[in-house]
């Protein structure tokens, strides 16, 4: 993808807050981005607020933030347009906002 960036996010709905927790590895080595929101699963919510959390944080247009697959799982695949090199370095600093702090 030339023009923006791709990732996977496990999405914690009922989070209590919205936040990206940080860039975590599952068993198989694969790396997501763990991040929560409190908005429940329940007709797309969840989804949307984490469309608004990764908007908000990459400072993008929510349009510009798309659910490619995993709509119904947690476990989701996101890609967001515009210069990937900027928003790799946001969703770095975002997660080291995180690190260390209880969740």
Do not use: C
């Not at 659910?67 to 790799?88: C, M, N, R």
């Amino acid at each position: 993808m030339s023009d923006g960036i791709r990732f996977a996010v496990r999405l914690t709905p009922r989070g209590g807050r919205d936040a990206i927790e940080g860039w975590k590895t599952d068993s198989a080595g694969r790396e997501y981005l763990a991040a929560r929101v409190r908005a429940a699963p329940e007709d797309g919510k969840a989804n949307q607020a984490l469309t608004a959390l990764l908007a908000k944080t990459l400072g993008v247009p929510r349009a510009s933030v798309t659910i490619l697959s995993g709509a119904k799982a947690q476990l989701k695949i996101v890609s967001v347009q515009g210069e990937p090199a900027a928003h790799a370095a946001k969703l770095r600093q975002a997660a080291r906002q995180t690190d260390g702090k209880k969740i």
